[in-house]
């Protein structure tokens, strides 16, 4: 295989498959019902040995799995994906994951498994109680004694946790637990995706309000948004005007990075591959009516290159094709590109 060697990261989303039901993900209807684009979509071993070769794992610098839907444990072949890999690379290996599925034992292989250059972040956001007004599906006690299973067979385990208003006041008292656990460090987050909204609705898998969530209200978790929400969605020409007047400087181009997800699609990045994918959303939300148009912009831009899949092209003809070489063109910026790598 003739694999361009500057290529040197790989992301990976394992699945579209995921137990949990966070009421801000585009896999579901704000907590809610599932979209029917989603869990049906899996990477196994077979398909990574023939779209990914021993000669590429031996140029990569990073290989990790995360993705825009699902949560890459859950695929079938996750442990043994991550065992190939190891097995015949020393690239720095990361899963990013909310850690409810499995047996302690498969999180006591996986540290075998990922021996070496390694880090597995956890979504944990808060304690039992807290945890699970965001992370719906998901099981807090359990989390933690997967967790402790991969730490104490040596595994390199860290925390992100997302802030809202129901865990800020928590937030010290949990960091000290996570480290007193063993985690490595606490990494606390506060969403963009309230933009300026006060509330955000959760809802049951019919429809019906459950509760809200509301943005952290203290600092240093605070967010302050200037551009609001009503304008940016009605008023196109905000978002003409903040590309026209902002430097964009690619991940991709400056991590030598590509982004296959669980189709078998290669992008550049998560963020396209996420838009890509997205269908319209009903809008009855505000946000809604602005993340169609997000996605609408994606695919006018990079609608003709849905060819590159690994299904029907190998991995070194897609880097090297023409089309791959205009989805990197710098001149090019849609919206997407302009919200995630303003330089």
């Known amino acids: 295989m003739r694999y361009p060697r500057n290529y040197t990261s790989i992301h990976i989303e394992l699945t579209d498959k995921c137990q949990a039901s966070c009421p801000m993900c585009a896999r579901n209807y704000n907590g809610g ?45 996750c442990l043994e994906i991550f065992r190939y890999v190891r097995e015949n690379s020393d690239t720095r290996l990361s899963i990013h994951t909310n850690g409810g599925a499995r047996n302690t034992k498969w999180w006591h292989d996986l540290a075998d498994a990922m021996r070496g250059d390694h880090e597995v972040t956890f979504g944990i956001d808060g304690f039992a109680d807290s945890h699970v007004l965001y992370r719906r599906g998901t099981d807090y006690n359990k989390i933690i004694d997967n967790a402790k299973a991969f730490i104490d067979n040596g595994g390199y385990a860290t925390v992100d946790t997302l802030i809202f208003k129901h865990n800020e006041d928590e937030a010290k008292a949990f960091e000290e637990e996570m480290l007193r656990i063993g985690f490595k460090s606490v990494n606390f987050k506060s969403t963009q995706r309230f933009y300026d909204m006060d509330k955000f609705p959760v809802q049951d898998t ?58 078998g699609n290669v992008l550049p990045c998560c963020w396209v591959g996420s838009d890509m994918l997205e269908e319209p959303l009903d809008v009855s939300l505000t946000i809604h009516n602005l993340r169609n148009k997000l996605v609408d912009n994606t695919k006018e831009h990079f609608g003709k290159f849905t060819g590159l899949n690994l299904n029907d092209l190998p991995l070194d003809y897609i880097l090297e094709s023409e089309a791959w070489a205009l989805l990197h063109d710098k001149d090019i910026k849609p919206w997407i590109c302009t919200k995630n790598c303003s330089a």
């Open 33 to 77: 019902a599932e979209r029917p684009f989603v869990g049906q979509s899996e990477i196994t071993l077979e398909d990574f040995k023939r779209w990914v070769d021993v000669e590429i794992l031996e140029n990569l610098y990073y290989f990790y799995a995360c993705g825009n839907y699902g949560d890459p444990i859950i695929a079938k072949d």
């Open 206 to 263: 019919k429809g019906n309000l459950e509760y809200y969530l509301e943005p952290p209200t203290k600092e240093p978790f605070k967010r302050m948004n200037f551009l609001k929400l009503e304008d940016i969605s009605k008023d196109i020409s905000i978002w003409e005007n903040i590309v026209a007047t902002t430097n964009v400087d690619p991940k991709c181009m400056n991590k030598n990075e590509i982004y296959i997800d669980s189709r």
